[in-house]
Each structure stands twice: as structure tokens, then as C-alpha cells.
């Protein structure tokens, strides 16, 4: 059994790895370098907080494999777990967090609700008396998006798949209605599955099967900030949910930051976007988080900024499944497809190999959800 892998970012390369574990062939086929579409710009956040329970449990899965990364797979992430904070500046968002901690509770995640006290013991320099609570999820963290990638690359090749990169999928050849091959910028691949992994360009390549996937390209940008007050590491992942913007701790008291403040967020051409951010859009960042906590102020300093793309669905879910026969798309995480990799890896590795995922209930994470079907709903999308 041949599987192509549509896609060299992190949910492509933990598909390979996990399908050489079940024995299966596997070719990734990646268009430019490794990590070059969107992991390489991703933030890094790992948390099991979700208000869903299956982006929660996604998590979960995933997060006993980041616990044990540096062993199996001989790479340091980088991993810290200082916590994520999700702070309400009013009531309505504020009782939405004591239902997520609900939630979470039922799904075993450790949780809780944090008066405005209890939220600047946690951030030292928060303006407590411009919250009403927040959420706190203390066992949630982030970690180096480039060596989870290589990582998993690493791995992968030395059980055995082949990387190629440079190299374009133009096509998917069908044979009494699966999956036989791709066409490619440097000949045809016999295949028995295609995974579709291919993020921002998930759409494009479901195309070739004559899928209409909701998976839409949409630009995120963060910023490497040297606060006018160094932020101590065990600061947690903090969100200002109400105004949008967001920082955790970096090195030597640095922080990324980011936030998404416009009503208007357009559709992108995942080969044809502005990668620089603006001079305004990053001191935007630096001024709303001025008025979340203290570390910021006239003398912060911008280090870097970037842009990268979420690959977004209506709903804010993946669409994991195997839509058309031997077709398997792995797409659609809208900013969580680090943190979700390692689960996604394995469930694909189950459709591919077993012909149905058992790790984790999926069944409501198929695309027909769009069509009449029950779109799922997510309350802690940080943009």
C-alpha cells in the first residue's frame, strides 16, 4: 500500500511518520521546503482548553506525545507549560468562560475560573481592574514549531518515507472512483491514498477530486515585542479575549504578540500574500496590550513581525476523514494544526491503514457537516 502526502508542513510530516508505523509506503510531496507553507510561522501554542470537546480531546492526544517528544524522537521542542490565561473585560464573556471551564471539567482537562485578583497573581503586571475573570488552564503551554517539524521530518525518514520537496501536485488520477496516483511538476506517483495536508492550499488540491471543501486561506500576523518591562517566563499564554489581542513569553523577556482587529478578513491567495506586517499593525499590538498589563509601554520596543495563514473552515474545526475513496483530507485547523498534529498523524495513519479512525470520535468532523449537516462550534479561536 502507497500513500502521497499532499503537503511538507507539521500535519503532513506527522502523517507520514505515523503511517510508517503501520507499515504503509509513503511519499510527501511538499511544493517548496519543509514547513514552508504555515508551521514555520505559526505561534507555537499547545493547550487542551478548547470549548469543544473534540478539538479538546484532539489536544489531549496530542499532548502525550509533546510530553514525550525529546525522548521518542531525540529533539528538544523547547517546550514550556506556563499556562494559558483567557481574560473578560465583561459579563457575557465571562460566563462563557465558566461554561468552557465546565466543559473542560467533564473532559478531565484541569481548569478554572479566575477572579481579576487571581488572574494578576498569575500575570504580575495585569490591569486586574480592567477585567471582570478569566479562565485558567494551568498544564497548557507552547513549544518550537520548527522542531516539532523536524522532528517528525527526521523521523519519518528514517523509518523510511520519502520527502520530496520542489515538487507540485497538479493533479489526482482516479481509477472506478479511487485513488490511483497524482500528477506532479516532475511526473506522474501510482498511489493507493492521497492525504490531503496541504493547509492554505487544502482547497486547491480537493479541487482535483472535485470536492468543494470551506477551506479558506486567511492572514494572521504576529510580532516579536522587547516590552519596556522584561515578562518573566512563567507568565502565562495571555488573551485578552474582548479586545482581541494576545502575548506570551518569548526569550530573555521578550514576548510574541499578535491580535485581529478588523471587521474585514479576505480570503488569500496562499501564493500570492503580503508576508511583511506594518509598522502600525505592530504598534496597534503594543498599545492594546499596553492596556492589558504593565510590561508595555512608550519604550517597548518591536523586534520582528510576520504573516503566515490559518487554513479556516466556517467553524473553526478540521475536516479529517476520507471524503472520496482513497482520498483522505487532514485540513482545515484554523491556527491549531501544531498543537493537533501529533493526533492528527495517528488518525490518519487509522483511516489509511484500518480504513476508519478509532483513537478519537471524528464522526463530526466530516466535511457533509457544511451541507445541512451540524456545524460544530468553537469559543477560544485566538486570532
Not at 457575557?92 to 478554572?112: D, I, K, Y
Not at 482516479?174 to 511526473?187: P, Q, R
Not at 474582548?242 to 496562499?270: I, L, T, Y
Request: charged share 20%; with cysteine; proline share 6%.
Amino acid at each position: 500500500m502507497h500513500a502521497v502526502v499532499v503537503g511538507g508542513g507539521i500535519i503532513g510530516l506527522a502523517s507520514a511518520y505515523y503511517l510508517r508505523q503501520r507499515d504503509v509506503e509513503v511519499t510527501v510531496v511538499e511544493k517548496s521546503s519543509i514547513g514552508g507553507g504555515s508551521t514555520d510561522r505559526a505561534n507555537g501554542g499547545i493547550r487542551a482548553h478548547f470549548s469543544s470537546p473534540v478539538s479538546s480531546q484532539l489536544s489531549q492526544t496530542s499532548i502525550e506525545v509533546w510530553e514525550s517528544f525529546d525522548e521518542e524522537f531525540d529533539t528538544d521542542l523547547a517546550y514550556r507549560r506556563p499556562g494559558y490565561l483567557f481574560l473578560a473585560r465583561t459579563a457575557e464573556t465571562a460566563e462563557r468562560f465558566r461554561e468552557n471551564v465546565r466543559t473542560q471539567e467533564t473532559l478531565g482537562v484541569e481548569s478554572e475560573f479566575v477572579t481579576p485578583e487571581r488572574a494578576s497573581e498569575l500575570c504580575p503586571a495585569l490591569d486586574a481592574d480592567a477585567f471582570v475573570g478569566g479562565a485558567y488552564s494551568p498544564n497548557d503551554g507552547f513549544a518550537d514549531p520548527h522542531l516539532g517539524l523536524q522532528g517528525f521530518s527526521v523521523a519519518a525518514s528514517e523509518a523510511g518515507a520519502t520527502i520530496r520537496t520542489g515538487v507540485e501536485v497538479t493533479g489526482i488520477e482516479l481509477a472506478d472512483g479511487h485513488v490511483s496516483g497524482v500528477a506532479t511538476t516532475e511526473g506522474p506517483i501510482d498511489a493507493d491514498f492521497v492525504v490531503n495536508a496541504a493547509g492554505p492550499w487544502a482547497a486547491r488540491i480537493a479541487g482535483f477530486v472535485d470536492l468543494d471543501l470551506p477551506v479558506s486561506p486567511r492572514r494572521r500576523k504576529l510580532v516579536i515585542v522587547d516590552p519596556e518591562e522584561p515578562v518573566p517566563e512563567d507568565v502565562p499564554f495571555t488573551i485578552d479575549a474582548d479586545a482581541s489581542v494576545h502575548f506570551r513569553p518569548e526569550r530573555n523577556g521578550n514576548v510574541v504578540a499578535g491580535g485581529h482587529f478588523a471587521d474585514a478578513d479576505p480570503e488569500m491567495d496562499p501564493d500570492d500574500f503580503a508576508e511583511r506586517v506594518s509598522l502600525e499593525w505592530s504598534a496597534r499590538v503594543v498599545e492594546q496590550a499596553a492596556q492589558c498589563a504593565g510590561y508595555f509601554g512608550p519604550k517597548s520596543e518591536i523586534r520582528r513581525a510576520w504573516a503566515g495563514l490559518y487554513a479556516v473552515t466556517p467553524d473553526h474545526h478540521p475536516i479529517i476523514e476520507e471524503t472520496v475513496p482513497g482520498f483522505v483530507n487532514a485540513v482545515g485547523f484554523s491556527g491549531h494544526g501544531f498543537m493537533q498534529a501529533p493526533a492528527t498523524g495517528q488518525l490518519v495513519a487509522e483511516l489509511v491503514a484500518d480504513g476508519a479512525a478509532s483513537s478519537i470520535d471524528i464522526s463530526m468532523l466530516s466535511a457533509d457537516r457544511f451541507e445541512g449537516g451540524s456545524p460544530l462550534s468553537e469559543g477560544t479561536v485566538i486570532d
